[in-house]
């Protein structure tokens, strides 16, 4: 239950879903910034749909 706490957003207001909406915003930055590493890019798309 620890690591879903730790890894997860709540969505509660509308600062929670603002908090989500950059993470996401930040997650799609990082992978585009390494579109030459297939794998790393990937895992942050895997990590958004887990979100």
């Known amino acids: 239950m620890v690591d879903i706490?730790?890894?997860s957003f709540t969505m509660k207001s509308i600062d929670d879903a603002i908090?989500?909406?950059n993470h996401i915003i930040?997650?799609?930055g990082q992978a585009d910034?390494?579109?030459?590493n297939k794998?790393?890019?990937q895992s942050?798309?895997?990590s958004i749909l887990q979100a």
């Open 5 to 7: 706490q730790k890894y």
């Open 19 to 21: 908090i989500l909406r």
């Open 26 to 28: 930040n997650i799609l």
């Open 33 to 36: 910034l390494e579109e030459n």
């Open 39 to 41: 794998e790393s890019r």
């Open 44 to 46: 942050h798309f895997r």
